[in-house]
């Protein structure tokens, strides 16, 4: 069987199944979405009716004709409506009314004058305070003949003097229910055959293009010359998936890649290690104790220099390789930088350096503690590597939009045209003012790996005095 005809049969089932369990959901819904619509309207007709019943009820006018012939009225008048194609031809309210001990005083229905109906609870709970409802059956057994009560309270001076109650036979609102259904069912047929169809289209298209994709695969796998076709360049995922299969053999071929790093990666090794070797050499030879310690100095510092190498190379295949955070927390950067700042606070004034630094109380990222202090250790190194002794450097948090940035500015020489594009590269590095010398040419590399791992951004730009690095977070929240 092929994977595009597998795929149809588990759409076939999953449009299927799901489209049952919906409908099946919403059809049961129905009833009990009237009947809640149809129990909002009887609360407004029962509080609007207590209004008006008050006085006739004060003064004993309940049982004047004049209130039984409007109720008689009410109850013969033919609205002959149309909602939403289903015919009202009579009315189905029921009211009555009861005093404070639930003693039916008035029954629009001429059935219960005179009987205690203070057991009922839409009379009992609302005697009482509370919103009074029930749903009674007229017949036993058949749910059909339910009918819905509401009571509203008739006050007067702050305590209940009597009950109104509305009722209304469910099976009035069965039509509406019934019209409701068989549309639904219709619609529902509808969509169940338009997703079959389209389903069926889907599965036709995906089988072509997954054809083109193994013929052109099996081509790149026996080493021919093979060409993408434009429906495969222009299908979304599939082409995606077809270029970086050509992109892959591209550069398992040429291999110009891994060759240009190996490379880059021996020269950079290569000069320390002379060094080395050189001074060792060296000190092999009768010299002034002053010689001596220069060369010794020279191969330590060099020593040092293929460490933070090895180093720098090590965090960053391990950030490359990491597809999501370890053990991520909320940080204060505030906090987090302020320590920062201790951990180099030697060196800053060593070089004499004037800080400037606003950072926000409230500004806190979510991510990986330990990869984000490299990360701006990194540009605290460069800003003073880069700024001359009593320069100033300045450090700010702010909130842009739904981010958080902080912003590392420093006195100095800006970046040349040349290099800007080019400073997120490994062992691409500018040489420092003070040395003439150059760094790993790594750092700025893990930072931007660093932001990658928690969607940020690393911006590089040239400021009015110097050059200023920002990293720009997702809120915590």
């Known amino acids: 069987m092929s994977l595009s005809l597998r795929i149809f049969i588990v759409y076939l089932l999953f449009v299927a199944l799901c489209s049952y369990f ?14 809640q619509s149809t129990e909002e309207t009887l609360v407004d007709t029962a509080n609007l009716l207590a209004e008006f019943l008050r006085e006739p009820l004060l003064s004993n006018q309940l049982q004047s004709p004049r209130i039984h012939e409007i109720l008689q009225a009410y109850g013969q008048r033919q609205p002959n409506a149309n909602i939403w194609g289903v015919s009202k031809l009579q009315v189905n309210h ?5 005093d404070d001990k639930g003693i039916v005083l008035l029954d629009s229905s001429n059935i219960a004058v005179g009987q205690d109906y203070s057991r009922w609870n839409d009379v009992l709970l609302t005697l009482q305070g509370k919103y009074g409802a029930r749903s009674t059956l007229e017949t036993q057994g058949d749910e059909n003949s339910s009918i819905m009560y509401v009571a509203a309270p008739i006050s007067h001076d702050g305590k209940i003097i009597g009950v109104v109650s509305v009722a209304k ?75 970086a299969l050509e992109s892959m053999r591209n550069q398992l071929d040429g291999k110009a890649y891994i060759e240009q790093y190996v490379q880059t990666l021996t020269h950079e ?47 960053l295949a391990l950030v490359e390789q990491q597809q999501s955070l370890h053990s991520p927390v909320t940080i204060s950067l505030k906090h987090l930088i302020e320590s920062l700042l201790d951990t180099r606070a030697a060196r800053i004034a060593q070089q004499q350096i004037h800080l400037q630094v606003s950072l926000d109380e409230q500004a806190e990222i979510y991510g990986e503690k330990f990869l ?9 190194d460069n800003a003073l590597d880069f700024t001359p002794v009593a320069g100033q450097i300045r450090i700010t948090t702010e909130q842009q939009d739904q981010r958080w940035v902080i912003a ?4 100095g020489a800006p970046i040349p045209d040349y290099a ?8 691409f590095s500018l040489p420092r003012p003070a040395t003439g010398r150059k760094s790993t040419g790594l750092g700025l590399s893990f930072v931007q790996e660093v932001m990658k791992l928690h969607q940020g951004e690393l911006l590089l730009e040239n400021a009015t005095s110097g050059v200023c690095a920002q990293l720009q977070f997702p809120r915590a929240d």
């Open 420 to 427: 800007m594009p080019r400073l997120t590269e490994r062992f």
């Open 269 to 315: 090794l290569k000069s320390p290690l002379a060094g080395i070797r050189a001074a060792s050499e060296l000190l092999q030879s009768p010299m002034s104790e002053a010689q001596q310690q220069k060369f010794l100095a020279n191969i330590e510092s060099e020593s040092l220099r293929l460490q933070h190498l090895i180093e720098r190379l090590l965090n």
């Open 408 to 411: 590392i500015a420093n006195q």
């Open 94 to 98: 029921r009211i009555y009314v009861t």
């Open 22 to 35: 919906v409908l099946r959901t919403v059809m049961d819904e129905i009833r009990p979405g009237v009947r």
């Open 372 to 380: 984000i202090e490299q990360a701006l250790l990194n540009l605290l």
């Open 169 to 243: 036979p469910n099976r009035s609102l069965q039509p509406y229910i019934d019209r409701t259904q068989r549309r639904l069912g219709l619609l529902g047929a509808g969509l169940i055959l338009l997703g079959l169809i389209s389903g069926a289209i889907f599965s036709w298209w995906f089988s072509r293009e997954l054809r083109r994709l193994r013929e052109y695969a099996l081509n790149v796998s026996q080493g021919q010359r093979a060409v993408l076709t434009p429906g495969l360049i222009h299908s979304g995922e599939l082409g995606q998936l077809a270029q």
